[in-house]
């Protein structure tokens, strides 16, 4: 009954430097997205997919990039980090339609120097 | 578009008081209505949500929340309050017409429980 699980929950970045952030759920939602949150603002949508092999754009795309080659995983990467990206990102998933809710993950705390 | 407005950032009480957390949303269109609680350190979990139907919905651990069409408002109240509650509540609203079933969030309200 994992659910949703992000790795890493935990990375400290030096400015310019690349990672990838990976999502995997065992529930066959369809649809998977990415949010930062970030003290008093909430969460903000990066990116987004409503099914394997395709991807788009959401509130705060800009410096992030976003894979869906398998259903079950949405990869988020991050070219050349800086110190705005700092905050905690969440991945969710949920079934295909509106109103259903999401399953999030745990989040993976980074920190970008 | 939509956009949410989490009235209070932060609520102080004291157990078994009771307590009200404030939700105003803007939209052009009909929407959905969720919301979230986050625990420390963990992700967010759906509390309850509005899409039809009464416009009092409730959760299983005794919070509830009224769809307010007029006032665009969907307040979460609780009439008793335990430590246990202690943590974030987000509000968010999708479009209903959205098939990335996308959700907005507001900023977050910080519900802290004194004994």
């Known amino acids: 009954n994992a659910g949703v699980t992000q790795t890493p929950k935990f990375r400290v970045l030096k400015t310019g430097q690349s990672m990838t952030l990976l999502c995997a759920q065992d529930m066959n939602h369809e649809y998977m997205y990415w949010y930062r949150q970030d003290p008093g603002m909430g969460l903000r949508l990066i990116h987004y997919?409503?099914?394997?092999?395709?991807?788009a754009k959401g509130e705060v795309p800009d410096g992030y990039n976003v894979s869906r080659l398998k259903k079950q995983n949405f990869l988020l990467g991050l070219e050349s980090a800086a110190p705005s990206q700092t905050s905690v990102y969440f991945c969710?998933?949920?079934?295909?339609?509106?109103?259903?809710?999401?399953?999030f993950g745990s989040g993976t705390r980074l920190t970008v120097v | 578009a939509q956009s949410v407005t989490q009235l209070d950032s932060q609520v102080p009480v004291f157990e078994e008081a009771p307590v009200e957390l404030r939700c105003n949303y803007s939209?052009?269109?009909?929407?959905?209505l969720f919301w979230y609680v986050q625990y420390p350190n963990q992700g967010l979990q759906l509390l309850l949500k509005?899409?039809?139907?009464?416009?009092l919905v409730e959760s299983i651990n005794g919070f509830e929340a009224e769809f307010n069409k007029s006032q665009t408002s969907f307040h979460l109240r609780k009439p008793s309050v335990h430590i246990s509650d202690t943590a974030e509540y987000f509000c968010a609203v999708s479009d209903r017409r959205n098939a990335g079933n996308m959700l907005t969030f507001g900023g977050g309200t910080r519900l802290m429980v004194k004994p």
């Open positions: 509005y899409l039809s139907g009464s416009t």
């Open positions: 997919s409503v099914g394997e092999g395709t991807t």
């Open positions: 939209s052009s269109v009909s929407v959905y």
């Open positions: 969710a998933s949920s079934y295909p339609g509106t109103g259903y809710g999401y399953t």
